[in-house]
Nanobody, 124 residues
Framework: QVQLVESGGGSVQAGGSLRLSCVGS????????MGWFRQVPGKERSVVAT????????YYADSAKGRFTISLEKAKNTVYLQMNSLKSEDTAMYYC?????????????????WGQGTQVTVSS
């Protein structure tokens, strides 16, 4: 059974930084994609960034480009999201997700495994 556990969330002042971590277990495939999504009350879950093992391709939402960096340490089964220059608009519950295969996707419905989420609160 695949399990994903996020950590690193918390409260930070606008302009500050946080580093989220997601440790996975129970997944044996070597070809997969990982993603960070976020959700606020009353809105749909949306993609922040994704990374795939094939080609090391990454995707960033427009709001994250230039500020956030996604990285993957396969040996540690860990994906990170470094968040710099945080804004109040970044306040949300952040979820780590995974999907098998090599076809990229930005849709939450295409990700099969999810963590429980970690809250990020940015004060202005």
């Amino acid at each position: 059974q695949v399990q994903l556990v996020e950590s690193g969330g918390g409260s930070v002042q606008a302009g500050g930084s946080l580093r989220l971590s997601c440790v996975g277990s129970g997944y044996t495939r070597s070809t997969y994609c990982m993603g960070w999504f976020r959700q606020v009350p009353g809105k749909e879950r949306s993609v922040v960034a994704t990374i795939c093992t094939v080609g090391g391709s990454t995707y960033y939402a427009d709001s994250a480009k230039g500020r956030f960096t996604i990285s993957l340490e396969k040996a540690k089964n860990t994906v990170y999201l470094q968040m710099n220059s945080l804004k109040s608009e970044d306040t949300a519950m952040y979820y780590c997700a995974a999907r098998g295969g090599s076809v990229p996707s930005l849709r939450p419905a295409d990700f099969n495994y999810w963590g429980q989420g970690t809250q990020v609160t940015v004060s202005s």
